[in-house]
């Protein structure tokens, strides 16, 4: 189960980045209260994985995932480019990932 709420915190987290983008600096209320909402499960959740398992492994875990997350999201929904050094870098936060969990 540890691994799903993990999985479900990085795409909360990634899922408030978009609506923080999309709240105008805190000025569009639904956004925003969507962003603090999201936010709120992604600690949630994350908060309830760490139980079991180690604080730097979860954290870092659910920080890289939700970057790679955010940045598919930020091209997918804004357009955003995705140059071939943004990819290796996403790359690399990815080989960490998986070199943490061997």
């Known amino acids: 189960m540890a691994p799903l709420l993990l999985i479900a915190s990085a795409l909360a987290f990634a899922l408030g980045?978009?609506?923080m983008k999309q709240s105008d600096?805190?000025?569009?209320?639904?956004p925003a209260a969507l962003l603090f909402a999201l936010f709120l499960a992604g600690a949630?959740?994350?908060?309830v994985a760490m139980?079991?398992?180690?604080?730097?492994?979860?954290?870092?875990?659910?920080?890289g995932l939700e970057a790679v997350l955010a940045f598919f999201l930020s091209v997918i929904v804004f357009g955003e480019s995705a140059s071939?050094?943004?990819v290796?870098?996403?790359?690399?936060?990815?080989?960490?990932?998986?070199l943490l969990h061997r």
């Open 51 to 63: 139980r079991r398992g180690e604080l730097g492994t979860v954290y870092i875990f659910v920080l």
């Open 88 to 98: 290796a870098a996403l790359l690399l936060i990815t080989a960490g990932i998986v």
């Open 17 to 19: 980045g978009v609506c």
């Open 84 to 86: 071939a050094t943004k």
């Open 44 to 47: 949630g959740s994350q908060a």
């Open 25 to 30: 600096g805190l000025r569009r209320p639904l």
